[in-house]
């Protein structure tokens, strides 16, 4: 049998920065990273679209931008700032999806030119995939404005929207061109979002640096209530051991089964959808968490001891640790039990859930006992 | 300011085998390369999207691809093969596209399941952006079924539909699991579209190897005739010539504004949107080289005798090498011509288009002297 073989690598490459009120003009973060990324030969488009939440917060926030970016030189800011909602309803709308992307034709940005997202995770994640599939790929720039977003969506790889109740199931993997994140967006947190997005920190010290979890642990109470240098210091820490997942494991695209970071996301991902969203992200994470990390004693991976720090540090933080929808229902599965399956398709191939060998070390299984599954989430309810 | 860097290589392969006769069950081509890819903690999934022309071509066919695909080991096929109409048509069909990742989802095709699109470029091109996009990309395999598929678009990495009126405006990059060639296919092509394919593999000979430009002058008037051995060889070497660009320049995902491949391309794009595609693709790729050769003899480059070569072997292939819209219309600029920006936009950076420096060695240039463009086109109007 005749064939050609094809082979090729594509080198992927960017930077996670750490600044602060990045629109001021006399921060050159972003002014520089773009100038350095000029053509001669002709100008570039900047088109931005901007998280209203963080507008309404930052009133002077759309003039700012406006006024940064129409001075950096090779570039060329569309003449409108697009601001839509924020948070994951704009994942659920496929209309806005084709309304950015007319934008993104109108304003005639094309694969040299930039499409930068600032928000929150979600909208970072609609951005991201508008930006992929326009001309096969525009560039874009990510500026979270969220914990969670710094620490850990908004510096990956992936975008993507929900698509009939399924979330993220249109997506692609597409790194940015950078992300900048600017810790003067973390003043105007309600204090759910300021909280709610230390879970991924818990989430990725517990699988991958018990030192890391050791700081969190001595940190959770101060930075609850309100320390912006511990949670800067944490964002810092946990964005980079997600870089480090990401680039080093050797799989950043997925291609395999294996998905440690998806820690106690399981049921997570369940949870939000099922409580339409009431519940955050790291809220719905907390809960996974603590969870698995039961379960992972059950099974005799970590102590009883363990066990009870996570969920003390999860506490501290005025995180929840149960919801009444990981129980069985009038003798019925939880629904969010029976959400394992569609877990495991999205993901493709064997049923793979990253557990707890100990504190610090994340270890995957393909099978989940389920009436342990159902002690753990009893534990977790009388642990509260 | 502190950064985080990442930094990571993606490394990609897939071959393209040739054979006939693919859904005979003793042709083990397909089935061996599925079989190799199978999993033993799992059942892997295929979903079969077919082309509806080549159904009816070959009315025994889906019977065949139903009962081959349900013997290969380790794999499930979905309970419906489903089959779409085929052409330029498909591409212009945003509730089709929606349609078909409902398939995806419906028959539960995971990351490590199969699409496999069997139709010409346009299906094909459809059916690696619903795989792209679903579930962050599901694998795909294409067999194409044209001669333009199997020597050209079927082969590379780039999938798309048209939005708005602009072709490929919405796609990916996303190489596939692999590429089946089944001469068979081609038996059954109309007449217009056996021929209008060799268009492409004129274009890659001009630009990338003269040796090859010389055989197809040689077996032009062969190949139009039917003469298959000789379609076949040139459909190698064409798929071939496009495969090591591809992998061999550097730049497989199209970051830079150089585009080598698409010599010819810019006029045929435009004049297959204005005509409502019913010229075909290769029909304007040909009007296209026609155009493009002879602005290259007009500037220097290449000789009377090389302009007139290609226009022979176009002719020899009964494909056009002129059209009206090319002209200017009542003394505004040729809508084709207008074309020329939205090009540039597709691509994004400066304008850029190859031209011949000689037979068999393409060039870029990043300026158009219009009066001299509408100069060439008089000369492939004259020369009909």
Known sequence: MEYIQQKFDVNFSYNVFFSSNLFDTSNKCLSSFLESNAA??????????????VANAHPTLTQQISTYLSQVKGFQLAPEIITIKGGEQVKNDLPLLFELVDAVDKYKIDRHSYVIGIGGGSLLDLVGFVAAISHRGVKHIRIPTTVLSQNDSGVGVKNGVNYKGKKNFLGSFAPPAAVFNDSNFLTTLDDRDWRSGMAEAVK????????????????????????????QEQIQRCAELHIQHIGGAGDPFESGSSRPLDFGHWSAHKLEQLT?????????????????????HLIGWISEADMQRVLQVLKHMKLPIWHALLEKQNNNPSPVVIGLEEFREHLGGQLTISLLRAIGKGEEVHEIDLELLYKAVDICKNNQ
Chains 1, 2 share one sequence.
């Open 276 to 296: 339409n969203f009431s519940l955050r992200h790291g809220e719905a994470v907390s809960i996974g968490i603590a969870v698995d990390t039961v379960y992972s």
């Open 204 to 231: 990725v010290s517990l699988i991958k640096d018990a030192e890391f979890f050791k700081k969190i642990e001595a940190t959770a109470e101060a930075i609850t209530a309100g320390d912006m240098a511990a949670m």
């Open 40 to 53: 001669t030969a002709y100008t570039k488009k900047l088109l931005v679209i901007l998280d209203g939440g």
